[in-house]
């Protein structure tokens, strides 16, 4: 496994260039950008990993997240550079979607697969049930029913602020987590115990420096990837809302993927949990506020208002994944009902 | 009270068929096939129950379901078969709403008289938990939203598409709980030690005889019941939908009704919790999604499109249901209070 | 502190008088009024709490509220005797919002600011959850939902069929307290004892004179400085949504708010959640359904009809808080995300 990403690096990260300059057809290239992301996905997820066992689970999850979401954040600056504010919020609500239905659900249906039950820390479960609750169904919901009679200039107001609001409570949770209550989680220093144990993969100079390369890799053959959309769009009949929220959130979530569920499948529920819930929590309150702040500085600048189909699909996600999730433990169903509730919504924006 | 049951299933259902052949008033008929079906509820309800001291309280549960569910399913596909789809819909949202807050209110308001505090598998409710989020909350609301501006044709395509992910995952559901996680549940065993002091009060044999009979009784007088509802409709100034919603969830659930508050009442919360919460399931994620494939073969094909305020009533039942149950036990003012929201939704029925 | 509010009082009340009297500056008024009722609500804090030592946590939590939500009432019915219906639903929302969001968020920051942790009933925490959903997401929602297509009579009898069963409920949930299932509750037995090594500030006389009389002062004020609101409104550029239901919120429950913190600082957590959430729940299942019935002999009914914004906001709030204390514990960071969504929904309603 290992070994086969490692030859598709070395032979598509090339290819990527080389098709590019070339102007090859736009399906072949679609599908060597997609195959080079998810190999180097692997090795971000070895990095990433070798990293977790050094730093602890929750600075490792925390790392992981920032890493997988900092190409999602360099491909929405272009978009919204371009106009594409559509576009923007359509691949977030993927991102969300993904990573807590798709990640989510194939964390804990794999993990489920080889263990009977597996478990997590409940204190972060509730933790991170209320952030949900108020990034999605408070900060998201209100400027949807509220905007409806007002003009742009206000609706933009309203925006801002609330980005503003979601960027604070973000850092507080931060304060929160790493300062003021730190090492209050009984769980994490059972787990680390177990950790210790083994021995990481990479030393942490190598992780770091391999980490940084996939990275940059990635976000290189990331914006690559989405040239290619309108053309592949059209010949498969995807339309651009499909691929913003289906196949973005596939690939441009391929590094949470993998190594969310190279965790669950070692057991370390803890850090898969993590990226799922983490990733959402930090597009939710950070990437997406940061964006309508930047937005500003740009020709259009973005609202915080969603379509209904999206802000609709995030909800019932959240309801869900925070009524699996807060007994503190999974099983392979659990997964499946969350990889359902996808392939659900996979429908829904596939036909609307 | 058996032998008054007796009486009135002796006399009701010659009267039915007699009636039926004479064309007796409909407004009588409708009286006689009601208390004939409360009757024959009756034998259903003792019989399930020594069934269920014989093989143990989940699968006591679930075959109580099923009977109480087989009667909606043969009622419904011959409503189907005459267009007759907002009914179907319609008597369906009232399974849901009467299977959630009026079998389960009464179960816990009546058990609640009798005992200070009642209590059920904790497991049991977050695993139905995550499932009527995931049925009710996803699977209708998710098409209802995304439909609004799609053709018939993309509606039955997505209803089609939803309804098989809602059958794979109750088949999984099944799996799950008889199969790869059997006997994980506490509560059970404990259960089962105690009940096997019971002695049932007929034979495995007899039980089985007697509950077949009942059912296909039941069955036939529901029939004709239904035939009546036009003119006591007009009679009593019920509208479709107020008839459909209420007076077919009751009667229709009537042996649910019976033997989920017996059980309560004998304190065996389990078996109780599993007829209202697992009847649920049984008809959103089994029996509609079955009912909307069958209907492709008829004139008439019906999407899994609910109106608002069916859709509306069964999300805030289901909010309702789990925040009362999801502690694990109940008492007399739970049960009121899932009562009380029935009696609302039906005013609102009534006056639509 | 006492010294300035016992001041403020002796300042604040007479000049309150003289002021209305010699017609001064509505926006001065504003100002005195607003002081001089905040100062009254220290006082008011402090006779509640000499009484809530002697009385139990409990009752002294019900105390509370009444107390506080008199005045509502009382302003309440001038409103509606004035046909301003819009205003009296607005102003029970904020009063919603207030509790929940603000003096629930400050108990919890400034509490949790103090103590690293902080505990309350988790069986109480339940128990209000269901009667919270039940209130604001059946009783609020299904008229909200059903009504769209019925004439205005139908409307009302919708609303008072409502408003009834909610008064019944409210009358059954106090029957459950305090008679069926009094002292079941672990928590207030161990809080108890350690209470009573307490001594109250002022006996139980005392306190209770003190508490009538700052009660009435409130009430009086309150009145007076409804009626500065138009003028106020007009020099700050406040809609009268906005006044109804962030400044009403503030300082209506002013009295709420005072005792709440207090309460949180001294770490009797199970009383300052019982403030906020049982005066959520006064209002919504008692001031609001009396109100309603009330109306019928007032020139205009007013129905259990909101705007969306307010339902919407109520709905998400009612989650929010759910999501946060069902566990039973706080923090500063708990408290600040339910401030952070109060602050949100004030930068809705202010831009609506």
Redesign the interface.
């Known amino acids: 496994m290992n070994k086969l990403f490692m030859i598709l690096v070395f032979i598509g990260l090339p290819l990527s260039i080389i098709g590019s300059i070339f102007h090859w057809s736009a399906v072949i290239m679609f599908i060597i950008y997609c195959l080079t992301i998810i190999a180097l996905a692997g090795f971000i997820g070895r990095a990433t990993e070798s990293l977790a066992i050094v730093l602890g689970p929750r600075v490792g999850g925390l790392l992981n997240a920032t890493f997988g979401n900092a190409v999602e954040l360099i491909i929405s600056i272009f978009a919204l550079k371009a106009g594409l504010i559509g576009i923007v919020l359509a691949s977030l609500t993927g991102s969300v979607l993904g990573n807590l239905l798709l990640v989510g659900g194939l964390s804990f249906f794999v993990g489920g697969l080889k263990y009977?039950?597996q478990s997590f820390s409940i204190y972060d479960a509730?933790?991170n049930?209320?952030?949900l609750?108020?990034a999605v169904?408070?900060?998201f919901?209100?400027?949807e029913?509220?905007t409806q009679?007002?003009n742009d200039r206000?609706t933009m107001?309203?925006s801002v602020?609330?980005a503003v609001?979601l960027i604070?409570?973000y850092l507080?949770?931060l304060l929160?987590k790493f300062v003021?209550?730190r090492g209050?989680y009984q769980t994490d220093n059972v787990q680390n115990e177990s950790k210790h144990e083994e021995d990481p993969e990479w030393g942490k100079g190598k992780a770091i420096i391999i980490l940084a390369l996939a990275t940059a890799a990635v976000a290189y053959v990331s914006e690559h990837l989405v040239s290619t959309f309108d053309i592949v769009g059209a010949t498969f009949g995807w339309s651009e809302l499909f691929i913003g929220i289906i196949i973005v959130a596939i690939v441009g979530n391929a590094a949470e993927h993998a190594s969310a569920i190279i965790m669950a499948y070692k057991n370390k529920m803890d850090v898969a949990v993590e990226i799922a819930v983490g990733s959402t929590l930090q597009i939710t309150m950070f990437v997406l506020p940061i964006l309508v702040l930047l937005s500003l500085f740009f020709s259009t600048s973005m609202p915080l208002v969603f379509t209904?189909?999206e802000l609709?699909?995030m909800v019932?996600?959240v309801?869900?994944m925070?009524?699996?999730s807060n007994?503190g433990d999974s099983?392979?169903?659990?997964g499946?009902?969350l990889l359902?509730?996808y392939?659900?919504?996979g429908?829904?924006?596939y036909?609307?």
Do not use: C, Q, Y
């Open positions: 009977k039950w509730r933790h049930a209320g952030m609750i108020f169904i408070v900060a919901v209100i400027p029913v509220f009679t007002l206000n107001i309203v602020g609330i609001i604070v409570l507080a949770a929160f003021t209550h209050v209904w189909p609709i699909s019932t996600a309801l869900l925070i009524t699996i007994d099983n392979w169903f659990e499946l009902t359902a509730a392939v659900i919504m429908i829904g924006f036909f609307i």
